[in-house]
């Protein structure tokens, strides 16, 4: 017996209840993707804005996007069916190690890469002074979108998780952070995450006049990655009508349906779940925003995604891991992402534990608000993406009984682990 299966001997954890949670679900499949976006090209009337032989740059970005990879197709087959020449760039700050191979690497995890797509993909961390704003914030742009005739951002519009206002993420951002690169990213943040709204719109304002944003593909998802609106935007419009997509995209972004938690687990976190490897906006606990519903004591992180590339950016968050997490997590990719942000909560590690049952255990042994009487108040989720479905303690049961979208679905069982002490037990 090691010292912490000693020291966690007569920690219990209880028996856990599955849970339904009905929210919107976006109806967009993936067949729909193509003639939803043409219709929408031609509602609009937009292809006069593109003219034969113009090179077009068209920005895609870092996060998982459900069906990126068509509508990036999309965007370029119909740029190239009125006669002008494509070509895609990695729109996505410091992300990729800060790298542009790294960032070629991100963008073939979304299946974008030159034969998928028929055109070229051009990737550099180079910018290109082309303004200033009146605040004195140099404006810098991707190399390559600078000399293109026309530039095509395409981005998820929805609620950032470590700001709020007029702008979070969506194609204003996209157009600072994502074509400011390295340098955009890193200037913005160094400013404080407080005057981000502000200096998006400062930043992107500038591009937007200076450079031909012929339009952009809006994205917004539900609760769940799934594509729940397709929206082309003139790029005149980008600023005033992105403020309304995002309130429309906060409707689907709830947080965790409870009051109070004691201990929040979670089987996975990473970039590919949420720019903050765990979305603020469900965990109610944000390095820059403080605390807030459903208050949690404790929050434990098992693993790292995949996709995630090795970046465990927001484990800061969490207060115990793994050891199969720190295994996974690569500093040299994680740390530029943070240090670009100026976040350096995000990349504190946590108490490590040597499997999940300790993690968990961990967890629950060092809250000091459970109520004695009701017994600890733990949900424990797949990742901050499935709201739907996820687990609760017997102590929230009334809270679920209560609730008009909540459902309990089966028994009580007490979690299983293998011999390694992991869980056995993952239901996706």
Same mark, same amino acid.
């Given at each position: 017996?090691?010292?912490?299966?000693? =020291?966690?001997? !007569?920690?219990?954890?209880?028996?856990?209840?599955?849970?339904?949670?009905?929210?919107?679900?976006?109806?967009?499949?993936? @067949?729909?993707?193509?003639?939803? $976006?043409?219709? @929408?090209?031609?509602?609009?009337?937009? +292809?006069?804005?593109?003219?034969?032989?113009?090179?077009?740059?068209? &920005?895609?970005?870092?996060?998982?996007?459900?069906?990126? %990879?068509?509508?990036?197709?999309?965007?370029?087959?119909?740029?190239?069916?009125?006669?002008?020449?494509?070509?895609?760039?990695? +729109?996505?700050?410091?992300?990729?190690?800060?790298?542009?191979?790294?960032?070629?690497?991100?963008? &073939?995890?979304?299946?974008?890469?030159? +034969?998928?797509?028929?055109?070229?993909?051009?990737?550099? /961390?180079?910018?290109?002074?082309?303004?200033?704003?009146?605040?004195?914030?140099?404006?810098?742009?991707?190399?390559?979108?600078?000399? &293109?005739?026309?530039?095509?951002?395409?981005?998820?519009?929805?609620?950032?998780?470590?700001?709020?206002?007029?702008?979070?993420?969506?194609?204003?951002? /996209?157009?600072?952070?994502?074509?400011?690169?390295?340098?955009?990213?890193?200037?913005?943040?160094?400013?404080?995450?407080?005057?981000?709204?502000?200096?998006? #719109?400062?930043?992107?304002?500038?591009?937007?006049?200076?450079?031909?944003?012929?339009?952009?593909?809006?994205?917004?998802?539900?609760?769940?990655?799934?594509?729940?609106?397709?929206?082309?935007?003139?790029?005149?419009?980008?600023?005033?009508?992105?403020? &309304? =997509?995002?309130?429309?995209?906060?409707? =689907?972004?709830?947080?965790?349906?409870?009051?109070?938690?004691?201990?929040?687990?979670?089987?996975?976190?990473?970039?590919?779940?949420?720019?903050?490897?765990? %979305?603020?906006?469900?965990?109610?606990?944000?390095?820059?925003?403080?605390?807030?519903?459903?208050?949690?004591?404790?929050?434990?992180?098992?693993?790292?995604?995949?996709?995630?590339?090795?970046?465990?950016?927001?484990?800061?968050?969490? !207060?115990?891991?793994?050891?199969r997490f720190f295994d996974k997590l690569n500093l040299e990719v994680t740390y530029p992402n943070c240090i670009t942000s100026h976040d350096l909560n995000g990349m504190k590690i946590p108490a490590i534990m040597p499997n999940d049952r300790l993690a968990v255990k $961990?967890?629950?042994?060092?809250?000091?608000?459970? %109520?004695?009487?009701?017994?600890?108040?733990?949900?424990?989720?797949?990742?901050?993406?499935?709201?739907?479905?996820?687990?609760?303690?017997?102590?929230?049961?009334?809270?679920?009984?209560?609730?008009?979208? /909540? #459902?309990?679905?089966?028994?009580?069982?007490?979690?299983?682990?293998?011999?390694?002490?992991?869980?056995?037990?993952?239901?996706?």
């Amino acid at each position: 017996m090691n010292i912490f299966e000693k =020291l966690f001997s !007569d920690t219990e954890i209880p028996k856990l209840y599955p849970v339904s949670f009905s929210l919107p679900r976006g109806q967009i499949g993936r @067949e729909q993707i193509s003639s939803l $976006l043409l219709a @929408e090209l031609e509602e609009q009337q937009l +292809a006069s804005r593109i003219q034969p032989g113009m090179s077009v740059a068209i &920005a895609v970005g870092s996060r998982e996007i459900t069906n990126i %990879d068509e509508v990036a197709r999309t965007v370029v087959d119909y740029v190239k069916s009125l006669g002008a020449h494509p070509f895609i760039f990695p +729109a996505m700050g410091s992300h990729g190690g800060a790298t542009a191979q790294g960032q070629l690497e991100i963008l &073939a995890g979304y299946q974008v890469t030159e +034969a998928s797509m028929g055109c070229p993909i051009r990737s550099s /961390m180079d910018t290109v002074h082309i303004s200033t704003t009146q605040s004195g914030l140099p404006v810098h742009i991707d190399k390559f979108a600078n000399a &293109a005739d026309a530039i095509i951002p395409i981005g998820r519009i929805k609620p950032h998780t470590d700001f709020h206002g007029k702008y979070e993420s969506g194609l204003m951002k /996209m157009l600072t952070i994502g074509l400011g690169k390295q340098y955009g990213a890193n200037l913005c943040h160094s400013l404080g995450m407080s005057n981000m709204p502000k200096n998006i #719109e400062a930043y992107a304002s500038e591009i937007l006049r200076l450079k031909n944003i012929v339009w952009g593909v809006g994205i917004i998802e539900d609760a769940f990655h799934a594509t729940y609106r397709l929206t082309v935007v003139p790029g005149e419009r980008i600023p005033l009508d992105e403020p &309304a =997509l995002l309130q429309e995209a906060k409707s =689907l972004v709830p947080c965790i349906p409870f009051e109070k938690i004691d201990v929040l687990v979670l089987d996975e976190i990473g970039k590919d779940v949420s720019g903050a490897g765990m %979305d603020p906006n469900v965990t109610g606990r944000s390095q820059s925003m403080g605390v807030s519903q459903p208050f949690a004591e404790r929050i434990a992180v098992l693993d790292l995604t995949d996709k995630s590339h090795n970046n465990g950016a927001g484990i800061g968050g969490a !207060d115990v891991t793994t050891q199969r997490f720190f295994d996974k997590l690569n500093l040299e990719v994680t740390y530029p992402n943070c240090i670009t942000s100026h976040d350096l909560n995000g990349m504190k590690i946590p108490a490590i534990m040597p499997n999940d049952r300790l993690a968990v255990k $961990l967890a629950i042994s060092t809250c000091i608000d459970t %109520d004695p009487k009701l017994g600890c108040r733990l949900v424990w989720m797949k990742n901050t993406l499935h709201l739907d479905a996820f687990y609760v303690t017997e102590a929230l049961l009334p809270e679920v009984e209560a609730h008009p979208d /909540m #459902e309990v679905t089966g028994e009580g069982f007490l979690p299983e682990f293998d011999e390694k002490g992991n869980v056995a037990w993952i239901k996706d």
